[in-house]
């Protein structure tokens, strides 16, 4: 591990830019302003630590994999015939339009991580980190984004524009990285607002009653909408985070986990009539968990 993070670092000294911003810039905070009392070298941090680093690299894989599920997804038709329509808005009209319309998907997006098996395999390694601070939110599996490719090419798509849909992925990612800081603001008015770390920390809580909670990039009004907001009072604070799926400890092991148990695709070279039919009944059962998953509220229980 430690000869493989030296690699990538002298191979591609960037790497290191990332991890170095969010420690000057957020570590500050953590320590003046504490949600809970953890040593900084705490257990998990060699595992962040490798994701931050290895993400600039990895990147580059989950942008491919986005623009093949984006394309694959066909979202980009129906939002075609919204582009005369978005075109002749105002600029403040359209930007405002697109904020909302992103959010919108980017909300069903991670709700349906969750809730369908196949994209859980993905997004568990990002809930698989027990302590929430600076770093952890950096573990994320490089395929687990491309949830976000549809919710991006929509926009493009429907003649937002490349400037402004780049902006609300970038601060999307931004802000993401800032709600899983260790620090104790409650910012309680904001809460059906937009975004907080109090509203994040109850979506990354393994607390029985805070599962498939919060998950809202920006607008916790989708959580308020479709019955998945969750924010208790009587100054209660999630202090349990994790996953109960068995997402192994390191990094290359979290890279690999998702792909465990999976079929060869060498078979499809052998089988290809056998293995089309079993991926055509794949994509039903998928198509059926989207149902499933937009119809109802979310129960306690996926992770």
Same mark, same amino acid.
Do not use: C
């Given at each position: 591990m430690i000869a493989?993070?030296? *690699?990538?670092?002298?191979s591609y000294p960037a790497a290191l830019a990332p991890v170095l911003?969010?420690?000057?810039?957020?570590? #500050? !905070?953590?320590?003046?302003? &504490?949600?809970?009392? +953890?040593?900084?070298f705490r257990p998990g941090l060699g595992t962040d630590l490798a /994701? *931050?680093?290895?993400? #600039? %690299?990895l990147k580059l894989a989950g942008a491919v994999a986005g623009a093949a599920l984006a394309l694959a997804s066909l979202a980009w038709l129906p939002a075609l015939m919204l582009r005369p329509l978005v075109t002749s808005m105002p600029f403040w009209a359209r930007s405002a339009a697109g904020v909302v319309l992103f959010d919108a998907l980017a909300y069903w997006g991670h709700r349906w991580s969750h809730e369908v098996g196949f994209l859980w395999r993905f997004h568990s390694v990002h809930h698989s980190s027990e302590r929430m601070d600076w770093i952890s939110g950096v573990r994320s599996h490089p395929l687990d984004g491309t949830v976000l490719a549809p919710p991006v090419v929509v926009l493009l798509a429907a003649g937002f524009g490349a400037k402004l849909t780049g902006v609300l992925a970038v601060i999307q990612i931004v802000t993401g990285l800032f709600?899983? %800081?260790?620090?104790? $603001?409650? /910012?309680? #008015?904001?809460?059906?607002?937009? %975004?907080? &770390?109090?509203?994040?920390? $109850?979506?990354h809580s393994s607390e029985a009653d805070a599962l498939n909670t919060n998950y809202s990039a920006f607008l916790p009004v989708w959580d308020v909408l479709f019955g998945t907001f969750f924010m208790p009072g009587g100054g209660r604070r999630p202090e349990v985070y994790g996953t109960a799926a068995p997402v192994p400890d390191g990094f290359? %092991? +979290?890279? /690999?986990? &998702? !792909?465990?148990?999976l079929r060869n695709p060498a078979l499809a070279l052998r089988h290809p009539m056998a293995e089309l039919r079993r991926a055509r009944a794949a994509l039903r059962r998928g198509a059926t968990q989207i149902r499933d998953a937009t119809r109802r509220r979310p129960a306690p229980g996926r992770r």
């Amino acid at each position: 591990m430690i000869a493989f993070l030296a *690699g990538v670092v002298v191979s591609y000294p960037a790497a290191l830019a990332p991890v170095l911003l969010l420690l000057v810039v957020v570590v #500050p !905070f953590e320590r003046l302003f &504490p949600r809970h009392r +953890q040593r900084f070298f705490r257990p998990g941090l060699g595992t962040d630590l490798a /994701w *931050g680093i290895a993400q #600039p %690299a990895l990147k580059l894989a989950g942008a491919v994999a986005g623009a093949a599920l984006a394309l694959a997804s066909l979202a980009w038709l129906p939002a075609l015939m919204l582009r005369p329509l978005v075109t002749s808005m105002p600029f403040w009209a359209r930007s405002a339009a697109g904020v909302v319309l992103f959010d919108a998907l980017a909300y069903w997006g991670h709700r349906w991580s969750h809730e369908v098996g196949f994209l859980w395999r993905f997004h568990s390694v990002h809930h698989s980190s027990e302590r929430m601070d600076w770093i952890s939110g950096v573990r994320s599996h490089p395929l687990d984004g491309t949830v976000l490719a549809p919710p991006v090419v929509v926009l493009l798509a429907a003649g937002f524009g490349a400037k402004l849909t780049g902006v609300l992925a970038v601060i999307q990612i931004v802000t993401g990285l800032f709600l899983h %800081a260790n620090v104790r $603001w409650r /910012w309680r #008015p904001l809460h059906r607002v937009v %975004a907080t &770390p109090e509203f994040h920390h $109850w979506h990354h809580s393994s607390e029985a009653d805070a599962l498939n909670t919060n998950y809202s990039a920006f607008l916790p009004v989708w959580d308020v909408l479709f019955g998945t907001f969750f924010m208790p009072g009587g100054g209660r604070r999630p202090e349990v985070y994790g996953t109960a799926a068995p997402v192994p400890d390191g990094f290359l %092991a +979290q890279l /690999w986990y &998702p !792909f465990r148990g999976l079929r060869n695709p060498a078979l499809a070279l052998r089988h290809p009539m056998a293995e089309l039919r079993r991926a055509r009944a794949a994509l039903r059962r998928g198509a059926t968990q989207i149902r499933d998953a937009t119809r109802r509220r979310p129960a306690p229980g996926r992770r």
